[in-house]
Protein backbone atom coordinates (compact mmCIF):
# COMPACT_ATOMS: atom_id res chain seq x y z
CA UNK A 1 0.00 0.00 0.00
CA UNK A 2 1.21 3.12 -0.80
CA UNK A 3 0.98 5.81 1.81
CA UNK A 4 -1.00 8.99 1.43
CA UNK A 5 1.35 12.05 1.51
CA UNK A 6 -0.99 14.22 3.50
CA UNK A 7 -0.24 16.42 6.66
CA UNK A 8 -1.50 14.29 9.53
CA UNK A 9 -0.64 16.31 12.90
CA UNK A 10 -0.24 14.55 15.92
CA UNK A 11 -2.48 11.35 16.81
CA UNK A 12 -2.66 10.33 20.15
CA UNK A 13 -4.25 7.14 21.30
CA UNK A 14 -5.27 6.70 24.72
CA UNK A 15 -6.67 2.94 26.07
CA UNK A 16 -5.82 0.11 28.61
CA UNK A 17 -2.98 -2.54 28.28
CA UNK A 18 -4.80 -4.90 25.68
CA UNK A 19 -7.13 -1.70 24.08
CA UNK A 20 -5.45 -2.09 20.83
CA UNK A 21 -3.71 0.92 20.76
CA UNK A 22 -0.35 -0.45 19.18
CA UNK A 23 -2.38 -2.20 16.66
CA UNK A 24 -3.99 0.44 15.12
CA UNK A 25 -1.56 2.69 15.37
CA UNK A 26 0.52 0.70 13.20
CA UNK A 27 -2.43 1.03 10.69
CA UNK A 28 -2.52 4.44 10.92
CA UNK A 29 1.56 4.58 10.63
CA UNK A 30 1.50 2.89 7.52
CA UNK A 31 -1.67 4.53 5.68
CA UNK A 32 -0.20 8.26 5.84
CA UNK A 33 3.58 7.39 6.04
CA UNK A 34 4.41 9.02 9.20
CA UNK A 35 6.26 7.38 12.13
CA UNK A 36 4.67 5.23 14.97
CA UNK A 37 6.31 6.56 17.76
CA UNK A 38 6.26 5.01 21.98
CA UNK A 39 8.16 5.93 24.94
CA UNK A 40 9.23 2.61 25.70
CA UNK A 41 10.67 2.71 21.92
CA UNK A 42 12.35 5.69 22.21
CA UNK A 43 13.61 5.01 25.86
CA UNK A 44 15.17 1.60 24.21
CA UNK A 45 16.80 3.89 21.58
CA UNK A 46 18.46 6.58 23.56
CA UNK A 47 20.00 4.17 26.12
CA UNK A 48 21.03 1.38 22.79
CA UNK A 49 23.00 4.66 20.75
CA UNK A 50 24.57 5.74 24.11
CA UNK A 51 22.80 9.44 23.89
CA UNK A 52 23.33 11.75 26.71
CA UNK A 53 20.03 11.23 27.45
CA UNK A 54 19.88 7.32 26.79
CA UNK A 55 23.10 7.26 29.17
CA UNK A 56 21.30 9.21 32.58
CA UNK A 57 18.15 6.95 31.58
CA UNK A 58 20.21 3.82 31.91
CA UNK A 59 21.51 4.65 35.34
CA UNK A 60 18.42 5.74 36.64
CA UNK A 61 16.82 2.18 35.52
CA UNK A 62 20.11 0.51 36.42
CA UNK A 63 19.23 1.54 40.15
CA UNK A 64 15.51 0.44 39.73
CA UNK A 65 13.95 3.70 39.24
CA UNK A 66 11.30 5.17 36.90
CA UNK A 67 12.45 7.43 34.69
CA UNK A 68 11.65 10.80 35.62
CA UNK A 69 9.63 12.86 33.61
CA UNK A 70 12.33 15.36 32.73
CA UNK A 71 13.82 12.87 30.93
CA UNK A 72 11.14 11.70 28.80
CA UNK A 73 9.70 14.35 28.04
CA UNK A 74 13.13 15.65 26.57
CA UNK A 75 13.64 12.31 24.54
CA UNK A 76 10.04 13.02 23.55
CA UNK A 77 10.66 16.25 22.37
CA UNK A 78 14.13 15.02 20.07
CA UNK A 79 12.36 12.32 18.31
CA UNK A 80 9.44 14.35 17.34
CA UNK A 81 11.61 17.27 16.27
CA UNK A 82 12.94 14.92 13.54
CA UNK A 83 12.32 15.17 9.93
CA UNK A 84 10.19 12.37 9.30
CA UNK A 85 7.87 14.02 11.46
CA UNK A 86 7.23 16.95 9.44
CA UNK A 87 3.47 15.85 8.33
CA UNK A 88 2.93 14.00 11.62
CA UNK A 89 3.24 11.03 13.70
CA UNK A 90 1.40 8.76 15.61
CA UNK A 91 1.76 8.55 20.01
CA UNK A 92 1.38 5.76 21.57
CA UNK A 93 1.61 5.39 25.38
CA UNK A 94 2.08 9.43 25.85
CA UNK A 95 1.29 11.54 27.37
CA UNK A 96 0.39 9.07 30.19
CA UNK A 97 -0.74 11.74 33.02
CA UNK A 98 -2.42 15.81 32.22
CA UNK A 99 0.74 17.27 33.41
CA UNK A 100 2.64 15.30 30.15
CA UNK A 101 -0.23 16.23 28.03
CA UNK A 102 -0.27 20.18 28.85
CA UNK A 103 3.43 19.86 28.46
CA UNK A 104 2.91 18.43 24.92
CA UNK A 105 0.55 21.31 24.28
CA UNK A 106 2.67 23.75 25.18
CA UNK A 107 5.55 22.40 22.69
CA UNK A 108 2.69 21.62 19.86
CA UNK A 109 2.34 25.53 19.92
CA UNK A 110 5.52 25.88 18.87
CA UNK A 111 5.55 22.50 16.07
CA UNK A 112 4.03 23.05 12.84
CA UNK A 113 3.31 20.26 10.47
CA UNK A 114 4.10 21.33 6.77
CA UNK A 115 3.67 24.96 7.73
CA UNK A 116 0.43 24.83 9.46
CA UNK A 117 -0.07 24.70 13.56
CA UNK A 118 -2.83 21.49 14.19
CA UNK A 119 -3.81 20.44 17.67
CA UNK A 120 -3.26 17.10 18.14
CA UNK A 121 -6.23 14.37 17.62
CA UNK A 122 -6.91 11.94 20.53
CA UNK A 123 -8.85 9.03 19.92
CA UNK A 124 -9.61 6.74 23.74
CA UNK A 125 -10.27 3.01 22.81
CA UNK A 126 -12.74 1.81 24.86
CA UNK A 127 -12.64 -1.95 26.20
CA UNK A 128 -14.80 -3.53 28.92
CA UNK A 129 -12.12 -4.78 32.41
CA UNK A 130 -13.64 -8.48 31.43
CA UNK A 131 -12.25 -8.29 27.71
CA UNK A 132 -9.18 -6.98 28.24
CA UNK A 133 -7.86 -9.24 31.26
CA UNK A 134 -9.11 -12.59 28.48
CA UNK A 135 -6.94 -10.66 25.95
CA UNK A 136 -4.26 -10.26 27.95
CA UNK A 137 -4.40 -13.24 30.61
CA UNK A 138 -5.53 -15.50 27.06
CA UNK A 139 -2.42 -14.25 25.63
CA UNK A 140 0.28 -17.12 24.65
CA UNK A 141 3.84 -16.89 22.46
CA UNK A 142 5.65 -18.88 20.66
CA UNK A 143 9.27 -19.02 22.02
CA UNK A 144 10.67 -20.21 18.90
CA UNK A 145 8.98 -17.97 16.15
CA UNK A 146 7.40 -15.51 18.08
CA UNK A 147 3.66 -15.92 16.55
CA UNK A 148 1.38 -14.36 19.08
CA UNK A 149 -1.95 -16.84 20.38
CA UNK A 150 -5.40 -15.98 22.21
CA UNK A 151 -6.64 -19.19 23.96
CA UNK A 152 -10.05 -17.10 23.99
CA UNK A 153 -9.94 -15.44 20.62
CA UNK A 154 -7.52 -17.12 18.37
CA UNK A 155 -6.08 -20.26 19.61
CA UNK A 156 -3.93 -22.80 18.07
CA UNK A 157 -5.47 -25.69 16.48
CA UNK A 158 -3.93 -28.08 19.45
CA UNK A 159 -3.81 -26.68 22.57
CA UNK A 160 -0.60 -25.40 23.77
CA UNK A 161 1.58 -25.93 20.84
CA UNK A 162 2.25 -23.78 17.71
CA UNK A 163 0.46 -24.31 14.62
CA UNK A 164 3.82 -23.25 12.56
CA UNK A 165 7.07 -25.59 14.38
CA UNK A 166 4.78 -27.68 16.99
CA UNK A 167 6.93 -25.47 19.85
CA UNK A 168 5.05 -26.26 23.39
CA UNK A 169 3.36 -22.20 23.83
CA UNK A 170 4.46 -19.73 26.80
CA UNK A 171 2.59 -17.49 28.97
CA UNK A 172 4.48 -14.18 30.18
CA UNK A 173 5.25 -13.84 33.82
CA UNK A 174 3.57 -10.32 33.57
CA UNK A 175 0.67 -11.71 31.47
CA UNK A 176 -0.65 -13.01 35.18
CA UNK A 177 -4.58 -12.56 35.97
CA UNK A 178 -2.93 -10.81 38.98
CA UNK A 179 -0.32 -8.67 37.20
CA UNK A 180 -2.74 -7.79 34.49
CA UNK A 181 -5.53 -6.99 37.12
CA UNK A 182 -2.96 -5.15 39.00
CA UNK A 183 -1.93 -2.75 35.70
CA UNK A 184 -5.28 -2.13 34.69
CA UNK A 185 -6.23 -0.51 38.25
CA UNK A 186 -2.97 1.41 37.52
CA UNK A 187 -4.01 2.73 34.22
CA UNK A 188 -7.31 3.69 35.28
CA UNK A 189 -6.35 5.96 38.19
CA UNK A 190 -3.38 7.31 35.82
CA UNK A 191 -5.43 7.98 32.90
CA UNK A 192 -8.74 9.14 34.02
CA UNK A 193 -7.64 12.63 34.74
CA UNK A 194 -5.64 12.55 30.93
CA UNK A 195 -9.26 11.38 29.42
CA UNK A 196 -10.72 14.46 31.32
CA UNK A 197 -8.31 16.91 30.32
CA UNK A 198 -8.67 16.11 26.71
CA UNK A 199 -12.38 15.71 27.14
CA UNK A 200 -12.84 19.45 28.93
CA UNK A 201 -10.87 20.86 25.67
CA UNK A 202 -13.38 18.97 23.46
CA UNK A 203 -10.85 17.07 21.91
CA UNK A 204 -11.63 13.15 23.19
CA UNK A 205 -12.74 10.63 20.38
CA UNK A 206 -14.10 7.99 22.02
CA UNK A 207 -13.48 4.32 19.84
CA UNK A 208 -15.24 0.77 20.59
CA UNK A 209 -12.29 -0.66 20.65
CA UNK A 210 -14.33 -4.14 21.31
CA UNK A 211 -15.29 -4.12 17.90
CA UNK A 212 -13.69 -6.50 14.97
CA UNK A 213 -9.95 -5.30 14.35
CA UNK A 214 -10.98 -4.57 10.66
CA UNK A 215 -14.10 -2.34 12.00
CA UNK A 216 -12.30 -0.80 14.42
CA UNK A 217 -9.33 -0.02 11.71
CA UNK A 218 -12.38 1.57 9.47
CA UNK A 219 -13.89 3.35 12.76
CA UNK A 220 -9.97 5.14 13.20
CA UNK A 221 -9.25 6.26 9.64
CA UNK A 222 -12.67 7.35 8.98
CA UNK A 223 -12.41 9.16 11.71
CA UNK A 224 -9.02 10.98 10.87
CA UNK A 225 -9.94 11.48 7.19
CA UNK A 226 -13.14 13.65 8.86
CA UNK A 227 -11.04 15.59 11.21
CA UNK A 228 -8.39 16.37 8.99
CA UNK A 229 -10.52 17.62 6.61
CA UNK A 230 -11.78 20.11 9.19
CA UNK A 231 -8.51 21.46 10.06
Given amino acids: MTPKAVTVGSVILLGAPGAGKGTQAKVIAQQYGIPHISTG ?13 GKKAKAIMEKGELVPDTLVLDMVEDRVDCPDCDRGFVLDGFPRTAAQAEWLDRFLTTRTFAGRHLPPIVMNFQVGYNQLLQRLTGRRSCPTCGRIYNVYFQPPRREGVCDFDGAPLIQRKD ?57
Avoid: C, F, W
Avoid at 43 to 52: E, F, K, P, Q, S
Avoid at 197 to 210: A, D, H, I, T
Fill in 41 to 53: DILRDNVARGTDL
Fill in 175 to 231: DSEEVISERLKNYERQTLPLADYYRRQGRLYEVNGELPREQVTAEVLSLLERLRGEQ
